[in-house]
C-alpha cells in the first residue's frame, strides 16, 4: 500500500473518471475502423468529444482542483476542456498526419515514442532533472564499496514527472510484493485495486494508443492480432505484465515484479530494470551503489541515459544480496517502457535482441519469455547497450 493512498471520496470520484474514460476510449476505438479523413468524420468527431466534455466536467465536479487541472493538461493535446474545443494537434481533414505504419519496423516504432509521444514528459539530465555520479569501476567481490556517494546525486521530485497520475499509480505497486521468489504472490483488495488503477491510466496515455494501433498492423503474438480496443489492451497488458506465473513455485513471479520492481532469488538479486524503483531504494537507503560496470553511455550530451551498474539490496534478513550488472534507462516515463518493451516483446523476438538507436546510442532491447497454456509472459525485458 503506498504511502500516497488517497480518501475514500477522492478514490470514488477517480474511479468514476476512470470508469468514464475507458468508456470514452472504447468507443473512440471501436469507430476507428470506419473514420476516413472526410470532413463529416471530423465533424461527428468533434460532436462526440464535446458531448464527453460535458459529460466528463460533470463527473469530476467532486474532484479536487489538482486532480481536475491533471485531467485538463492530460487532454489538452486533443481536447481543450477549458475552450470546449479540439487541442493543439487535433485537426481537420487536410492537416498533419500521424506517422505511417506501414513499413515501420519495431526499432523505428520505439524511436517514434521516444522522440514524438514521450518528448516533453520524461525527467532530462542536468538542472531541474536528474545528476549521475558513476565514480569507479564495481570490481570488487569483497563486499567493499568503492563509491563514496549515491548514483543518483540529485533529482528533482519538483518535476511534473514525479505528479503525473501514471507515476504516482506506478509507485504505489511498487511495494506490493513479496522480493524472495519461491514465496506466492497473494494480493489484498486494496493492491488489486492499485493494479487495475495504473492499468485504466496507463492505457489512456499517447503512448499506449500508439502501441494498440501498431500492434493491430505490425503484432508477431497472435493476441495483437485480436486487439479491437483500449479495453482489450489493457487486459492484454495484465497477462503479459501482471499475472503470476511460476519461477520455482506457483505464482511466485511475474514480469513487472521481475523488471519494475526486483526479485532476490538464492541469494541473488535478479531483474529491477527501472531508474524509478533503483532512485526511491537508494533514496530510502536500501540501495548501496557499487560501482559501473560493463559497457557504459558514451554520450552524456544526448536525451540517452543508459547505465550498467553494480548494487546491494538491504532487506530484513542478515544477508545481503548483489546484483553484478544491471541496466537501466533513466530519466524515461514509465509509460515510455511499457510501450516500448510491449512492443519489443508482441512485435519482435520474444526470446532474443531488437536493435535500435535512440539518441546517439545504439542499444538493444532485450526480451525473454515465461511460457504457458494461456500463451507467452513477459520474463524479462529491459534495454541494454549495444
Known amino acids: 500500500m503506498s504511502a500516497w493512498s488517497k480518501p475514500p471520496s477522492v478514490v470514488s470520484v477517480e474511479s468514476k473518471l476512470r470508469s468514464f474514460c475507458a468508456y470514452a476510449l472504447g468507443k473512440i476505438d471501436a469507430a476507428a475502423p470506419s473514420l476516413s479523413d472526410g470532413k463529416d468524420d471530423y465533424a461527428e468527431l468533434c460532436q462526440f468529444c464535446a458531448g464527453m466534455s460535458r459529460s466528463l466536467k460533470a463527473t469530476a465536479a467532486g474532484a479536487s482542483k489538482q486532480l481536475q487541472r491533471d485531467v485538463a493538461d492530460a487532454l489538452a493535446a486533443a481536447w481543450d476542456l477549458r475552450e470546449e474545443k479540439p487541442g493543439r494537434t487535433s485537426r481537420p481533414a487536410g492537416g498533419n498526419k500521424g506517422p505511417s505504419l506501414d513499413g515501420m519496423d519495431v526499432a523505428a516504432a520505439v524511436r517514434h515514442l521516444w522522440e514524438r509521444v514521450d518528448a516533453g514528459r520524461r525527467v532530462e539530465r542536468g538542472d531541474g532533472g536528474f545528476e549521475l555520479a558513476l565514480q569507479h569501476r564495481g570490481v570488487r567481490d569483497d563486499g567493499a564499496d568503492p563509491c563514496d556517494s549515491p548514483l543518483f546525486a540529485s533529482c528533482d521530485e519538483g518535476h511534473a514527472f514525479w505528479k503525473s497520475p501514471v507515476t504516482r499509480a506506478f509507485v504505489a505497486l511498487l511495494?506490493?510484493?513479496?522480493?524472495?521468489?519461491?514465496?506466492?504472490?497473494?494480493f489484498t483488495r486494496t493492491e488489486k485495486r492499485e493494479m487495475d488503477e495504473f492499468l485504466d491510466l496507463l492505457v489512456a496515455?499517447?503512448?499506449?494508443?500508439?502501441?494498440?494501433?501498431?500492434?493491430?498492423?505490425?503484432?508477431?503474438?497472435?493476441?495483437?492480432k485480436k486487439l479491437r480496443s483500449a479495453l482489450d489492451l489493457k487486459h492484454l497488458l495484465f497477462d503479459l505484465w501482471f499475472a503470476p506465473y511460476r519461477r520455482f513455485k506457483p505464482n511466485d513471479s511475474s514480469g513487472f515484479e521481475h523488471v519494475f520492481v526486483g526479485e532476490e532469488s538464492r541469494g541473488a538479486i535478479t531483474g529491477l530494470h527501472n531508474w524509478v524503483q533503483f532512485y526511491l531504494e537508494?533514496?530510502?537507503?536500501?540501495?548501496?551503489?557499487?560501482?559501473?560496470?560493463?559497457?557504459?553511455?558514451?554520450?552524456?550530451?544526448?536525451?540517452?541515459?543508459?547505465?550498467?551498474?553494480?548494487?546491494?539490496?538491504?532487506?530484513?534478513?542478515?544477508?545481503?544480496?548483489?546484483?553484478?550488472?544491471?541496466?537501466?534507462?533513466?530519466?524515461?516515463?514509465?509509460?515510455?517502457?511499457?510501450?516500448?518493451?510491449?512492443?519489443?516483446?508482441?512485435?519482435?523476438?520474444?526470446?532474443?535482441?531488437?536493435?535500435?538507436?535512440?539518441?546517439?546510442?545504439?542499444?538493444?532491447?532485450v526480451c525473454h519469455a515465461m511460457r504457458s497454456k494461456f500463451g507467452a509472459h513477459v520474463g524479462s525485458a529491459y534495454f541494454e547497450l549495444a
Open 175 to 186: 511495494d506490493n510484493y513479496e522480493r524472495e521468489t519461491g514465496k506466492a504472490e497473494v
Open 205 to 224: 496515455t499517447p503512448h499506449m494508443r500508439f502501441v494498440l494501433e501498431y500492434l493491430q498492423r505490425h503484432g508477431r503474438d497472435a493476441r495483437a
Open 282 to 365: 537508494e533514496k530510502k537507503g536500501n540501495v548501496n551503489y557499487l560501482g559501473w560496470t560493463g559497457r557504459q553511455d558514451r554520450h552524456a550530451d544526448d536525451d540517452v541515459h543508459v547505465v550498467t551498474v553494480k548494487f546491494s539490496w538491504a532487506d530484513d534478513d542478515p544477508e545481503l544480496e548483489v546484483k553484478p550488472m544491471s541496466t537501466m534507462l533513466c530519466g524515461s516515463t514509465v509509460e515510455f517502457e511499457f510501450a516500448a518493451l510491449t512492443l519489443a516483446f508482441l512485435a519482435g523476438d520474444q526470446n532474443g535482441d531488437t536493435k535500435l538507436a535512440l539518441g546517439d546510442e545504439q542499444l538493444r532491447i
